[in-house]
């Protein structure tokens, strides 16, 4: 490979100086973490599915005018997008009651919420990024008011979106994560969705047996890791069996 220049290496994914100014590479790893890093492991193959997954989620959402990074798929594992000043937030959109809201606040397991719950979590590793209130936000100027409108109608849009496509394929989308930049055109500034959508940020259960579908048989300890994110690529189609498994021998 090439030499380039690595600008970021996160837990999931690096990032590469772009062939364009303003662009970068975004390339999928195979490590998987959790319970911010104190958990590691490999999960071979899963940086392949996720940047199919991802690619085939923005693309959607590019259909339906919903402004974000991804340009397009390099190869099996990278992905050329738009660079962008990153919004130091994480957007948790949730429809059924699990993880850290079952925790926090003592609601029932798998109760369907009466109407999408959106939550600010800060972006900093060091403070275990904690829950943040649109307060907080505006008065410590990680987003401006208009800005941080703009991320809510877009988040509800997404999240209307992305759960009636997953249940289409038979998926329940019970919670995610977005994150959001900043591009700049001379003085304009908009919001476009960044990062990736793929089962590392997405509770994806079975619509009939409520199998995990995500990263939660990583958290959890649940096995089949692999094979959970495989069927989510198969069910949106992305990738067949076959056409992985030479992705696979030829990449690993
Ligand atoms: P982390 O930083 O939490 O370990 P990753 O390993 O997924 O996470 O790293 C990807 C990093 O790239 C994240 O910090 C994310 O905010 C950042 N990022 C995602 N999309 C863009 C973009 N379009 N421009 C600049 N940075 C981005
Ligand atoms: N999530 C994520 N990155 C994080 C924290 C959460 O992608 O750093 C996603 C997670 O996969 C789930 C949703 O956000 O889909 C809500 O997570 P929750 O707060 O319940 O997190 P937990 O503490 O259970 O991981």
């Known amino acids: 490979m090439k030499s380039r220049k ?3 290496e996160g837990k999931a994914k690096i990032l590469y100086k772009g062939p364009e100014p303003n662009t970068l590479i975004q390339y999928f790893k195979d ?6 890093n104190k958990k590691k492991a490999q999960i071979p193959g ?3 599915l996720n940047n199919f997954i991802s690619e085939l ?3 959607r959402l590019k259909d339906i005018n919903i402004p974000n990074h991804f340009v397009k798929r390099i190869n099996m594992r990278e992905q050329l ?11 948790v959109v949730r429809n059924i009651a699990t993880g850290s809201l079952v925790k926090r606040l003592g609601i029932k397991e798998g109760k369907v919420l009466s109407r999408p719950i959106i939550e600010f979590y800060l972006k900093n590793d060091k403070l275990d990024d904690p829950i943040i209130s649109e307060e907080h ?3 410590f100027e990680w987003a401006l008011p208009n800005e941080l409108e703009e991320i809510i109608s877009l988040s509800y849009r997404i ?3 992305l759960t009636g496509y997953f249940f289409s394929l038979n998926i329940r989308l019970v919670d995610f994560k977005l994150e959001y930049g900043r591009l700049w055109k001379n003085d304009e500034v908009s919001i476009i969705l960044a990062d990736e959508i793929s089962p590392d940020n997405c509770r994806l259960w079975d619509l009939k047996t409520n199998k995990k579908l995500d990263k939660d048989r990583f958290r959890q300890d649940l096995g089949e890791v692999d094979k959970a994110y495989k069927e989510v690529a198969y069910r949106l189609g992305v990738l067949s069996e076959s056409e992985f498994k030479k992705v696979i021998k030829s990449d690993l």
Do not use: Q
């Open 137 to 139: 936000i505006i008065a």
């Open 46 to 48: 899963k940086g392949v």
């Open 31 to 36: 490590d998987a973490t959790a319970f911010n």
């Open 159 to 161: 999240n209307d979106f």
């Open 81 to 91: 997008i738009r660079k962008l000043e990153i919004i130091p937030i994480e957007i």
């Open 6 to 8: 690595k600008i970021y």
């Open 57 to 59: 989620l923005m693309t």
